[in-house]
């Protein structure tokens, strides 16, 4: 006896796809920010820690769909959703929906570019409009994240992160002694520099 429910998820899933155009052909991100069609409940699929998609509790194993999820994933105010013109659906996100997975530096100091490329190929230049945030973890460490586009984080890889933070220097800003990441003309706090002696 087949499952009714695992049936409309599957329909939900294909009518994605099938809205997006899943051969893959269509280029740029799409407008979802200027979407807002009727919410139709939340889907079983969930982006993991470690940055991999699942859907009803089975990997997504395709690259290329996975890509072409991620150009019409949003954060709205309550949820994550998957938005087409048509429909939007809530999904679950267990940290940040985008992993940072290969950093490149250029020039020091107040010149010092920082880009990342994330696990979905977004390429993500650090600075203003693309700031660095740093959270702390369960076990009392740094958790770097790098906005990637409207509310959407990328986590940045553990490896990634000891680099990054090894960029730091400290700064005194409004009376206070900060250790930080200077990038793209802005600097980005870790934290207070007292507390790292």
């Given at each position: 006896m087949t499952?009714?429910?695992a049936s409309a998820q599957s329909s939900a899933l294909s009518r994605l796809a099938e809205a997006l155009g899943a051969d893959g052909t269509r280029k740029g991100l799409p407008p979802v920010e200027r979407w807002n069609p009727a919410y139709c409940g939340e889907i079983d699929m969930r982006i993991a820690a470690d940055g991999s998609w699942h859907y009803m509790g089975t990997l997504i194993n395709r690259p290329a769909l996975v890509r072409l999820f991620s150009t019409v994933l949003r954060k709205d105010p309550e949820r994550y959703v998957l938005v087409t013109p048509v429909e939007r659906v809530g999904i679950v996100v267990d940290d940040a929906p985008f992993l940072a997975v290969e950093m490149a530096v250029e020039g020091d100091e107040e010149e010092r570019q920082i880009a990342f490329r994330t696990n979905v190929d977004d390429l993500v230049q650090v600075g203003p409009d693309h700031p660095l945030r740093f959270e702390q973890d369960a076990g009392g460490g740094v958790k770097p994240y790098v906005k990637v586009r409207g509310d959407l984080w990328a986590l940045v890889t553990r490896s990634l992160a000891f680099d990054l933070i090894d960029l730091g220097e400290e700064r005194?800003?409004?009376?206070?002694?900060?250790?930080?990441?200077?990038a793209g003309g802005a600097f980005f706090p870790i934290a207070p520099a007292s507390g790292l002696r």
């Open positions: 499952d009714p429910n005194v800003l409004d009376n206070e002694a900060l250790y930080g990441v200077r």
